[in-house]
């Protein structure tokens, strides 16, 4: 060997393919391809993090307590079950290192959220892709996939991008079908956006088992995505395990600063949940009226299929909106050729793709 040689497995990933961030020819362009916040950050989170500019010289405390206090009094819940993480995408990626290895699978749905296969692989382990039923996870196909060899379910609920959900009652026909050594995770990255009875991220059955988590994010709602905060509500035994492994300072210190100004600033939070609520309502109406199937959605963004017919492909969408500053998300490599996925945006923004895409669907 002439080089260093990554472990097997390795260059079988295909690299995560962030959406598209910009390609406006003529003026603005509008971001609706990363399912980012329209109302941006609280300007309290984005103050506090300035603030924290004055200590860059010094690391950060090393557990993030005050964060993990501040979740704790937000969500009842014991901050030292509590890990954050540079992202929840970090956290996934640990539970991954952790629980995952050569010869152990690891189970996701159909279009299931692209980091987990890519966990999975980084750690030599198999993925398993359960079908899922009218595009969303289903409980009895997940059950059936699992084998001796499973270690680890990845469900994201609410999902992305389909945006569909598992009721609570069946996730928790899941954890009591699952093998109590298989780690169920709940990624909840989306949970702040539902308002559904019969929905819960989760909470109740971390606390009540020894093989679920839950994992939460400050980039969607909070509209924190470049600070990268996430954190992950466990149970003890887990806990222990990931702070084995978990980068000694692994969140900085204007992050963690950011996103407890964010967790205090409620009137902001109920402002963007309100915001996503009304225009994913406009959003799935309006552009179901055009003629195009929208998923009903209980997240930031709708999924959009397209006809199959020339002239009228998600592709020939994706470049007519692209060519207006308009720029959602392809997902051929979520195994959804014929869709395009748009974050809910400003007023001005929704308007502006809804309008769009009648002139695409009128024009010969
Ligand atoms: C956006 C998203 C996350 C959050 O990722 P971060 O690393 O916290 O920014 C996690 N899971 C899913 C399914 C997501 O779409």
């Known amino acids: 060997m002439s080089r260093p040689v990554p472990k097997p497995g390795i260059l079988d990933i295909a690299p995560y393919t962030p959406g598209k961030s910009g390609a406006g020819l003529h003026g603005r362009v509008f971001k609706l391809s990363a399912n980012e916040t329209a109302l941006g950050p609280s300007p309290k989170a984005v103050a506090a993090y300035k603030a924290a500019a004055d200590h860059l010289a010094d690391y950060p405390e090393g557990s993030t307590r005050l964060l993990r206090e501040a979740i704790g009094r937000a969500f009842g819940l014991d901050p030292a079950r509590i890990i954050c993480g540079a992202g929840s995408d970090e956290l996934l990626t640990y539970l991954a290192n952790v629980y995952l290895g050569p010869g152990d699978e690891a189970i996701h749905t159909t279009h299931g959220f692209l980091v987990y296969p890519i966990a999975t692989s980084a750690n030599g382990a198999t993925n398993v892709i359960a079908a899922e039923k009218n595009l969303t996870a289903d409980v009895d196909a997940i059950l059936k996939a699992v084998t001796p060899r499973t270690k680890l379910v990845w469900i994201a609920n609410p999902n992305n991008p389909t945006g569909t959900y598992v009721p609570f009652d069946e996730i928790k026909r899941l954890r009591a079908g699952l093998p109590p050594h298989v780690l ?58 990931i702070n084995r492994i978990r980068g000694p300072f692994n969140v900085s210190t204007p992050a963690s600063a950011a996103a407890i100004a964010s967790l205090e600033d409620t009137a902001h939070y109920r402002t963007a949940q309100q915001h996503t609520e009304q225009w994913r309502a406009w959003l799935t109406e309006e552009v179901g009226k055009l003629g195009l199937e929208v998923t009903p959605s209980v997240a930031n963004f709708i999924l959009i299929h397209f006809p199959q017919s020339a002239g009228k492909t998600a592709a020939d969408a994706d470049a007519f909106l692209t060519e207006r500053g308009l720029i959602l998300r392809a997902l051929k490599n979520y195994k959804l050729p014929n869709a395009l996925r748009l974050t809910v945006g400003l007023e001005e923004a929704n308007r502006l793709v809804v309008a769009a895409l009648a002139e695409f669907m009128e024009r010969k």
């Open 184 to 241: 169920l995770v709940l990624d909840a990255a989306y949970a702040d956006f539902v308002s559904r009875n019969d929905y819960e991220a989760g909470i109740e059955l971390v606390a009540t088992t020894e093989n679920t988590v839950m994992t939460r994010t400050f980039s969607k709602i909070h509209g924190l995505a470049a600070a990268r905060v996430g954190w992950m509500y466990a149970p003890a035994n887990v806990v222990d395990a």
